[in-house]
C-alpha cells in the first residue's frame, strides 16, 4: 500500500473564507512503514488521516493511493476500497453498541457479501487472535476500553486490509492496555501491514518507524 | 438479495431496540389501514349494491302517473282530466309490444281487513302478474297472481310479510316503537299463516294465495328507482276496479323498457301513445327514471372517491409519520452511519438499510391495521348497529401492500439524507 501525496489542502466551510485545515502536506509513504503522525490538537492530524482513510475528501493537492489518483475514484469504489484495504481503529472505538463484538467484527464481511457461516468462521477467529476468545456474545457495554479496541482492531482487520489507520487508538486507554494495543499495532506492521498513528504520545511515536511532525496545518521538517 | 437479508435482519434489530418508536409508527400506519379498509368496503359495498340494485329494478324505467298540478286559465275552463284505465293499459301493452314490463298500480287507501276476531286497516294495490318483473325483493311461498286471476276479475290476494328491522339497530327499533309499524296487518301476517284461507276485505271475501316474504335487511338491495312504496295486500287491479276499490281513479303505470339504448326512442313512443288517446295537455308525468338512476349511481361513486380519498389521506399521514420517524432515525444514528461507512458500507447499503427497516415498520404497521380494520369492520361494527363491512380477503392484501408501499415512498427521502452523509461528517457526529 503505497500513499503519495502532494500540496493537499482542506478547508472546512464557515465563516467569510473557510477555515483551512491542511495548508499544502506532501510526503510519501512506501508499503509496510510504520509511521506516526504528531502534533499538537486541531493541527490537522485527524484531517489527514480521513482524507488518507477516503473518509474525507481533499479540497486541494494531489493524492495517489496504490498509483491511483483517488480524484478518479467514485463513492463506490471508495467505499470498496475503504471495506477492503483499509481498516479503521478509532480513539472512541466506535462499535456499534446494540451488536455483539462477533456481529460488530462481522460487519466489513457482511458489507463484503459473505455468508453467515463465513461470517462467524472469520469473526471468531479474529477475536481470537486479539485474545477475546469467550467474549464473542458480549456487547461493548460489558467490556473494558482495552478490550474494546480489540474488537475494533479485529473489526479493522476482517477483510484484511494492507493498511491500519489508527486515529489516536490509545488515547482512551490506561497505560497497560495502551501498551498492549500499540504492541498489537507493531505486530500487524511487522505482518506487512501499513500503519499510519495519530497521537499525541511521544513515547507511542518513538516506536514507530518514522515521524510527521504537524503544526497549523503543515508538515514539520 | 444477500444485502438485503442483511438489511432485513438490521431493521429487525432496530425495530426491536426502539419498541416505543416502532410501536408508534406502527400505529401511524394501522390507523391509515383501519380507514382505508373501511373506506374501500364501503366502496366495495355501494359498488355491490349499485350493480344487484341495476338487476333488481332495471335501468330503463319510465313511471307514468297523473298530473295532478294541471293550471287553469280561469275556473269556467275546468274540466275533470283524463284518467288511465286499466283499458288504457292493455292499449300501450299493444301498441307498444316490446317492453319489458308495463305494471299498473292502483292503490285504495284505508281498507279494513278482517280475519276471525282481527279487526284492522290496511291498504289494497291491484296490480298484474308483471308487478313481480321489477323491484321484487320478496320469497313467495303460495302463488302470485296471474292473468286468469285477472281477466277473471278473481277475488284472490297475496299478502306482503314484513321482514325484521335489522338487528342491533336501536335507531330502527324506537322508530318502529314510535310508529308503531310492527303492529296491526304485519303483526297478523307474521302471526298467523293465512295461506289459503280467507279474509274479508271492506265486506268481500278474498282468498289468500300467496304470502310474499320481504327479504332480510342484509339480503335486500333496495330499490334503485327510490321507490318507497308500501305493499300490503295486492290483489288483481281489475278486480278492485270491479268491486269498486279504486273505482275510476287512474291507476299509474310502471314501465321497464328492456332497453337504455332505445330508451329516449321509448319515452318519444310513451309520450306520443299518450297525445294520440288523451290529446294535448300534460294530463300525465312521464317521469324518466333512468335519469334518476344515472343520477343516483353518479352521486354514490362521489361519495365514494370521497371516502377513498379518506383512506388515502390516512395512509398519507401515516407515511409522513414514517418519514418522520425515518428522519428522526437518521438524525439520531447519523455516527452509526458514520462507522459503517468507515468500514465500508456504500451509499447503497445505508439507503437500503433505511428503506428496509421503513418498509418493514409498514409492512408490520399494515398487517396489524389489518387486522384492526377488520376488527373495527365486523364485529365492532355489528356490536354497535352499524352493519358490519362486506370486507373481502384481498382487501386486507391490498392495504397491507399499499402500507408498504406508502412506507417505501415516504422512506426515500430520509434515506437519501442518510447516505448523502459525508463519513467524515457523520463520525464527527454525537
Known amino acids: 500500500m503505497s500513499i503519495s501525496c502532494s500540496e493537499l489542502t482542506k478547508i472546512y466551510e464557515g465563516g467569510k473564507s473557510g477555515w483551512p485545515a491542511l495548508r499544502g502536506v506532501s510526503f510519501d509513504i512506501k508499503m509496510g512503514e510504520f509511521v506516526a503522525v504528531t502534533g499538537p490538537s486541531g493541527c490537522g492530524k485527524s484531517t489527514l488521516l480521513n482524507i488518507i482513510g477516503l473518509l474525507d475528501e481533499p479540497s486541494g493537492g494531489r493524492y495517489a493511493l496504490n498509483g491511483r489518483d483517488i480524484f478518479t475514484l467514485s463513492d463506490l469504489e471508495r467505499s470498496d476500497t475503504r471495506r477492503d484495504e483499509i481498516g479503521f481503529i478509532f480513539q472512541s472505538f466506535n462499535l456499534l453498541n446494540r451488536l455483539s463484538a462477533l456481529e460488530n467484527v462481522s460487519l466489513p464481511l457482511m458489507y463484503a457479501g459473505a455468508d453467515s457461516a463465513e461470517m462467524r468462521e472469520r469473526a471468531t477467529a479474529l477475536l481470537r487472535k486479539v ?60 505482518e506487512g501491514i501499513t500503519v499510519i498513528m495519530v497521537t499525541h504520545d511521544k513515547e507511542l511515536a518513538a516506536r514507530a518507524g518514522r515521524n510527521l511532525r504537524m503544526r497549523d496545518g503543515r508538515l514539520e521538517q | 438479495m444477500k444485502s438485503l437479508l442483511n438489511a432485513v435482519r438490521t431493521g429487525l434489530t432496530e425495530i426491536w431496540a426502539h419498541k416505543t418508536r416502532s410501536a408508534l409508527s406502527f400505529l401511524a400506519i394501522a390507523a391509515g389501514s383501519v380507514v382505508f379498509i373501511d373506506a374501500f368496503s364501503a366502496i366495495f359495498a355501494t359498488y355491490e349494491r349499485i350493480e344487484k340494485q341495476k338487476e333488481v329494478s332495471g335501468m330503463a324505467r319510465v313511471k307514468i302517473s297523473q298530473n295532478y298540478s294541471q293550471t287553469y286559465s280561469s275556473p ?77 276479475k278473481l277475488r284472490v290476494c297475496v299478502l306482503v310479510k314484513k321482514a325484521a328491522p335489522p338487528p342491533g339497530n336501536l335507531f330502527n327499533k324506537s322508530m318502529l316503537k314510535k310508529y308503531n309499524f310492527t303492529g296491526g296487518f304485519d303483526m297478523l301476517v307474521a302471526h298467523y299463516d293465512l295461506l289459503g284461507k280467507t279474509v274479508n276485505i271492506d265486506g268481500f271475501t278474498f282468498t289468500v294465495i300467496g304470502i310474499l316474504e320481504e327479504l332480510p335487511y342484509s339480503k335486500r338491495p333496495g330499490t334503485i328507482t327510490g321507490s318507497s312504496q308500501e305493499y300490503k295486500v295486492l290483489a288483481p287491479v281489475t278486480t278492485l276496479i270491479h268491486y269498486n276499490f279504486i273505482g275510476q281513479q287512474s291507476l299509474d303505470l310502471n314501465i321497464d323498457t328492456g332497453s337504455e339504448q332505445n330508451f329516449d326512442e321509448s319515452i318519444r313512443k310513451i309520450n306520443n301513445f299518450l297525445k294520440i288517446r288523451f290529446g294535448d295537455g300534460d294530463f300525465f308525468i312521464v317521469e324518466n327514471q333512468l335519469e334518476v338512476i344515472r343520477e343516483r349511481i353518479a352521486a354514490s361513486i362521489k361519495s365514494a372517491l370521497v371516502t377513498i380519498s379518506l383512506g388515502m389521506l390516512a395512509f398519507l399521514a401515516g407515511g409522513i409519520g414514517i418519514m418522520n420517524v425515518t428522519l428522526a432515525t437518521v438524525f439520531a444514528r447519523t455516527r452509526e452511519i458514520g462507522i459503517r461507512r468507515a468500514i465500508g458500507a456504500s451509499r447503497r447499503d445505508i439507503m437500503l438499510q433505511f428503506i428496509v427497516e421503513a418498509v418493514m415498520l409498514g409492512l408490520i404497521g399494515g398487517v396489524l391495521g389489518s387486522a384492526l380494520g377488520y376488527l373495527w369492520g365486523v364485529p365492532v361494527k355489528v356490536m354497535l348497529g352499524m352493519g358490519g363491512s362486506p370486507i373481502k380477503p384481498w382487501m386486507p392484501l391490498v392495504s397491507v401492500l399499499i402500507a408498504a408501499l406508502t412506507a417505501f415512498a415516504f422512506a426515500i427521502y430520509p434515506a437519501w439524507v442518510a447516505a448523502g452523509l459525508k463519513p467524515a461528517d457523520a463520525l464527527r457526529a454525537e
Open chain 2, 76 to 152: 269556467d275552463d275546468y274540466v275533470p282530466p283524463p284518467v288511465l284505465k286499466y283499458d288504457d293499459v292493455l292499449s300501450l301493452r299493444e301498441k307498444l309490444p316490446g317492453f319489458y314490463m308495463v305494471s299498473p298500480e292502483g292503490r285504495d287507501w284505508r281498507n279494513v281487513l278482517e280475519y276471525g276476531e282481527h279487526r284492522l286497516t290496511t291498504s289494497v294495490m291491484g296490480v298484474t302478474p308483471e308487478w313481480t318483473k321489477r323491484d321484487f325483493i320478496y320469497t313467495l311461498k303460495g302463488r302470485f297472481l296471474d292473468w286468469h286471476d285477472v281477466e277473471n
Open chain 1, 131 to 190: 485474545g477475546l476468545h469467550g467474549k464473542e456474545k458480549k456487547i461493548p457495554l460489558e467490556l473494558s476500553g482495552g478490550e474494546r479496541q480489540r474488537v475494533a482492531i479485529a473489526r479493522a482487520l476482517a477483510n484484511s486490509p494492507k493498511l491500519i489507520l489508527a486515529d489516536e487508538p490509545t488515547g482512551n486507554l490506561d497505560s497497560a492496555s495502551s501498551k498492549d494495543i500499540m504492541q498489537m499495532l507493531v505486530d500487524l506492521n511487522a
